[in-house]
């Protein structure tokens, strides 16, 4: 059973960042891929960040490019998203998900979801 537990959310204004923390607990967690998602109310679940292994490609959505940057720490079993000069559209329920296949995260079909971190991003 593998467990992700979110944190780091919260309300900031315009332009302020944010960095979300993703702990990842359970067996053989080093081996899969993570990515980091958001919903905003009345929209669907999207994929915001993920990456391949350590030194490899990321993915950002359009809307977040040089924007938001995922990373992680093998040593803590963590994985960050900062997320720097927010936007009101940025604001959501923010999930970090988990899957042994890279696709599955690319597809939105991860196996493993943690369970949210709100950030309100208003004036």
């Known amino acids: 059973q593998v467990h992700l537990v979110e944190s780091g959310g919260g309300s900031v204004q315009p332009g302020e960042s944010l960095r979300l923390s993703c702990v990842i607990s359970?067996?053989?967690?080093?081996?899969?891929?993570i990515g980091w998602f958001r919903q905003a109310p009345g929209k669907e679940r999207e994929l915001v960040a993920t990456?391949?292994?350590?030194?490899?490609?990321?993915y950002y959505r359009d809307a977040v490019k040089g924007r938001f940057t995922i990373s992680r720490d093998d040593s803590l079993n963590t994985t960050y998203l900062e997320m720097n000069s927010l936007k009101p559209e940025d604001s959501g329920m923010y999930y970090c998900?988990?899957?042994?296949?890279?696709?599955?995260?690319?597809?939105?079909?991860?196996?493993?979801w943690g369970q949210g971190t709100q950030v309100t991003v208003s004036s």
């Open positions: 990456r391949w292994r350590a030194g490899g490609s990321r």
């Open positions: 359970g067996d053989d967690t080093s081996t899969l891929f």
């Open positions: 998900a988990a899957a042994p296949l890279y696709a599955r995260i690319l597809n939105g079909a991860p196996d493993y």
